[in-house]
């Protein structure tokens, strides 16, 4: 189903400034802005936390322990 929107000058060119360094067009653009607006997107943390829903409480603490690691950036690695 066709839908219009009216969009202010100043937005759209946000929009496709974001649009081009996402690499898509501003309608795929937008339509993903709604989905995820909507919670049709699993990002990555409600992916885990879905996964990570038969785990007991203990082991969900020992799971986050473990993988604390992968939030720390080590400049080191990128020369």
Known sequence: MPL???IPPEKEKI???AAMRAG???S???LEAVDEKLGLVN???KMIRKFAGWLSHDEAEELR???KIFNQINDG???
């Open 65 to 67: 322990k473990a993988t």
């Open 28 to 30: 795929a653009y937008i």
């Open 4 to 6: 219009s929107l009216r």
């Open 24 to 26: 898509k067009t501003k």
């Open 15 to 17: 929009i496709k400034k």
């Open 43 to 45: 990002d990555r943390e």
């Open 77 to 79: 690695d990128w020369d």
